[in-house]
């Protein structure tokens, strides 16, 4: 299993333990409706936190040596995974250059000082151009 399946599959198991608050508290329950045993329960929180914890550690494996090979599938892999698609980064991206353009506007104006331009710039991910 990759990091992308278990972060699926921790999906998959945090959802398997839903439950519902009933005035006695809080009472695990299937998919189906059927009350789970507290046992059953814990087992697939616990089951959901290892999946988790392997997703964690293949995502920061994979952060560290990725400026070393490059991209690879894995990337694309961890963005289905996460809901990130082709399109969410277009509109990101498009977000961060009108942010960006409406910095160069307001600096031009005399509206924010070069300074606090650049601190802008900077928490957007960019240079001061």
């Not at 699926?8 to 608050?21: I, T, W, Y």
């Not at 089951?47 to 070393?68: K, S, T």
């Not at 894995?74 to 991206?93: E, H, L, P, Y």
């Not at 409406?102 to 509206?111: A, M």
């Amino acid at each position: 299993m990759r990091g992308p399946d278990h972060y699926r599959e921790g999906e998959r198991l945090l959802s398997d333990a839903s439950f519902v608050r009933s005035p006695d508290g809080p009472t695990p329950i299937t998919r189906g409706g059927e009350e789970m045993h507290p046992a059953v329960h814990a087992a697939l929180i616990s089951r959901a936190q290892a999946h988790f914890a392997a997703a964690h550690a293949a995502a920061v494996a994979l952060q560290a040596v990725l400026p070393l090979v490059g991209d690879d599938q894995q990337v694309t892999d961890w963005a289905k995974a996460i809901g990130v698609s082709n399109n969410t980064a277009q509109v990101s991206r498009s977000r961060v250059d009108n942010a960006i353009g409406l910095v160069d506007e307001w600096q031009r104006k005399g509206i924010v000082t070069p300074g606090d331009a650049a601190e802008m710039y900077k928490a957007l991910g960019e240079v001061t151009p």
